[in-house]
């Protein structure tokens, strides 16, 4: 228990250091180059709730690492249409001054598979990183990113985690793209990975350290829903990929694909 709790206080002083020496860079950097890299390409999911909190700290800190690399945002709608609509007049006047970033943007709520398509959609480049606007970037997230082999990847998973991943648009000519009858948030990557697994495609997974997710639970999402209980994804989106769309199992039955790295282990499309 101790060495645990040493261990959460370093890590938060490290980030706690990481966020002064960015505030330091922040305060001498130009607002990005006119000529822009194609080689790949980043995707910012976020909504109104986490405009000041986790939004802007991050594009700050992007367009300062990738001045040179085209930063697509995908800005999803909300159920409180008057607040939404000065949301989107705000975050657009915001990012105009970013020559690199681009916005999608809706009024009404959009499933996540929807955002993560049209950032993919909208992109000129083979390969795109996919990052959730909850999560804190170090100073060295672009070396490790250029350096550490990541980029090679056609898909693969940072941290475990698919609220940041890499993917190339082979992939999506393979698999598909993510299924946007997911009306919500949440089961996105269950879906995806069944379909790779049935595609005979593993998705790698791979440490990124200068990553990490400091957010808490919003007491409400874009749709309205309730985010401090135990379900904090869409009963929605598990209804229809476990009642409509797949049988599941944790145990083999014909037909049925192994997923791993899944909680529920096989699975096989519904006739």
């Known amino acids: ?42 995707g910012v999911t ?19 690492l990738f001045p040179d690399t085209k930063i697509i945002i995908a800005v999803n709608g909300h159920v409180q249409k008057n607040e939404q609509m000065n949301y989107l007049e705000e975050i657009s006047n915001y990012t105009s001054k970013f020559k690199n970033v681009n916005l999608i943007k809706f009024i009404e709520p959009q499933g996540l598979s929807k955002l993560w398509n049209e950032i993919i959609k909208m992109s000129k480049t083979e390969k ?10 170090t100073l060295n997230f672009r070396k490790e990113i250029e350096n550490s082999g990541t980029l090679n990847y056609d898909i693969a998973v940072f941290n475990n985690s698919w609220g940041h991943f890499i993917i190339s648009k082979n992939i999506i000519n ?11 948030i949440g089961g996105e990557d269950d879906d995806y990975c069944a379909r790779l697994a049935i595609a005979n495609i593993n998705s790698e997974h791979i440490e990124i350290k200068s990553i990490a997710n400091f957010s808490k639970p919003l007491k409400s999402n874009s749709y309205g829903k309730d985010m401090t209980g135990k379900n904090r994804y869409s009963e929605y989106n598990s209804n229809y990929l476990l009642n409509e769309k797949w049988v599941t199992s944790n145990e083999p039955f014909e037909g049925a694909v192994y997923v791993p790295n899944r909680n529920l282990k096989y699975w096989k499309l519904r006739e």
Not at 29 to 37: M, N, R, T
Not at 46 to 64: A, E, G, S
Not at 174 to 184: A, P, Q, Y
């Open 1 to 42: 228990m101790i060495k645990k709790f040493i261990k959460k206080v370093k890590t938060r002083l490290n980030w706690g250091i990481n966020d002064l020496l960015f505030a330091v860079k922040l305060l001498y950097h130009s607002l990005g180059k006119s000529s822009i890299d194609n080689s790949y390409s980043i």
């Open 46 to 64: 976020t909504f109104l709730n986490r405009y000041k909190i986790f939004f802007k700290p991050l594009i700050k800190r992007l367009v300062y």
């Open 128 to 137: 795109v990183i996919l990052l959730n606007d909850d999560l804190k970037v």
């Open 174 to 184: 393979k698999v598909g793209w993510f299924d946007e009858n997911l009306l919500e």
